[in-house]
């Protein structure tokens, strides 16, 4: 199925009716008739989508959907292309499934992700798998991958999966972290994993580190290995020098648990 966004509107709208679920067995004027929150309207998904085809597996969507937020919402199954720019909370809710964007994508990608497979090509906005403000917990699953840079508090508050960014991460990576890892290919920015109890933070650069964090050692961690490679497999950027290692540990956050820990290569 095919999704072409034919005009750019003025205000965000609210897609989470693009999801594998919601147009599965559809009809073109079925899923054209389908209902998308535009400001304080409601209005048809064809006022601002031509649609052609029926989903077979896979929805395609062209076009510049920065101000088109929740696509993927709470999809299981299914994959989801964007040829373009996505908007704010990409497969919120997510749980299985493959979403690929081809462009950018706004902030809050993957809140309350558990499973499934989030590829961005450009770059990503702030709070990426974090955990919504008032929530004790980030994603608890799945993979998010981001070609590109990503902002501020990536990763607040994960409990399980794996983030991973090609470029540069913004300040508070890995804040409040519960578990889970992180793997920045660039560089971490200030208070990297602030309040972490649990749960890796990788970087292949020098990174600032708050006192609270302590070195423990340097070593060759074998698990990380093996998701370096399994990112090398997806296209990551990810060389030889970031597989083989070594790494130095820093364990923290010395005001929790102190079970964390940040890995920096030792180049």
Same mark, same amino acid.
């Given at each position: 199925?095919?999704? !072409?966004? &034919?005009?750019? /509107? ?10 594998? =679920?919601?147009?599965?067995?559809? *009809? ?23 649609? #052609?085809?029926?989903? $077979? ?17 709470? %999809? #299981? ?10 908007? %704010? &909370?990409?497969?919120?809710?997510? *749980? ?18 558990? +499973? ?9 906005? &702030? ?6 403000? +008032? ?18 508090? !990536? +990763? ?18 890995? @804040? ?7 793997? @920045? ?9 602030? *309040? %972490?109890?649990?749960?890796?933070? @990788?970087?292949?650069? /020098? ?30 950027? @990810?060389? $030889? !020098? ?13 005001? =929790? ?9 030792? !180049?």
């Amino acid at each position: 199925m095919k999704l !072409a966004f &034919h005009h750019r /509107p003025e205000v965000p709208i609210e897609a989470e009716v693009i999801t594998p =679920e919601k147009l599965a067995g559809l *009809s073109e004027a079925e899923v054209s008739a389908l209902p998308l929150q535009y400001g304080n309207e409601r209005v048809p998904l064809g006022e601002f989508f031509r649609v #052609s085809g029926r989903y $077979e597996g896979e929805i395609l969507v062209e076009g510049d959907l920065s101000r088109v937020k929740m696509i993927g919402s709470g %999809m #299981s199954a299914g994959r989801i292309v964007v040829d373009g720019d996505a908007g %704010m &909370h990409l497969g919120v809710g997510m *749980s299985g499934g493959e979403i690929v964007v081809k462009g950018n994508a706004g902030d809050w990608v993957a809140p309350d992700l558990s +499973g499934g497979r989030i590829t961005i090509h450009g770059n990503a906005g &702030h709070l990426v798998g974090s955990a919504y403000r +008032g929530s004790a917990m980030g994603i608890r699953g799945g993979e998010i991958l981001i070609h590109g840079n990503a902002g501020n508090e !990536a +990763g607040n508050a994960m409990r399980r999966g794996l983030i991973a960014i090609g470029g540069d991460c913004g300040d508070f990576g890995g @804040v409040n972290m519960c578990a889970g890892t992180l793997i @920045v290919l660039g560089r971490l920015g200030a208070r990297c994993g602030a *309040s %972490m109890k649990r749960g890796s933070i @990788v970087s292949m650069q /020098p990174a600032p580190l708050l006192p609270t964090f302590g070195y423990a050692c340097r070593y060759e961690p074998l698990y990380l290995r093996l998701y370096l490679l399994h990112l090398k497999r997806l296209g990551m950027s @990810v060389g $030889e !020098a970031h597989i083989e290692g070594p790494y130095r540990r820093y364990s923290g956050d010395a005001i =929790e648990t102190n079970r964390g820990e940040i890995l920096l290569l030792d !180049a």
